[in-house]
Nanobody, 117 residues
Framework: VQLQASGGGLVQAGGSLRLSCAAS????????MAWFRQAPGKEREFLAL????????FYADSVKGRFTISGDNAKNTLYLEMNGLKPEDTAVYYC???????????WGQGTLVTVSS
């Protein structure tokens, strides 16, 4: 599977963005999908995951209640809806895929989100 992330941009604090991650080459049906981010000078941070065939989700405390992960099976696309954005959310956001029981071994190219104060 190949992943293509999009939807990043510049937004003011308190605003919203929706990131998309389109997959090609294989469906997500046997996958665990996730969003991560990496801010300048910081390590990559896990944000949220979705178990594709069950719809179960899990969130990091830093984004719980503000971000929502979802997927569209028909479009083979993963989403991250981000609300209440803060300057500290500024980072490059990555989508990733893992086969059941395996590591995240497929990554999108990243999309930059900049939140101005």
């Amino acid at each position: 599977v190949q992943l293509q992330a999009s939807g990043g941009g510049l937004v003011q604090a308190g605003g919203s963005l929706r990131l998309s991650c389109a997959a090609s080459g294989r469906t997500f049906s046997a996958y665990r999908m996730a969003w991560f981010r990496q801010a300048p000078g910081k390590e990559r941070e896990f944000l949220a995951l979705i178990i594709w065939n069950s719809g179960s989700t899990f969130y990091a405390d830093s984004v719980k209640g503000r971000f929502t992960i979802s997927g569209d099976n028909a479009k083979n696309t993963l989403y991250l809806e981000m609300n209440g954005l803060k300057p500290e959310d500024t980072a490059v956001y990555y989508c990733a895929a893992a086969r059941t029981g395996g590591p995240y071994d497929t990554w999108g190219q990243g999309t930059l989100v900049t939140v101005s104060s």
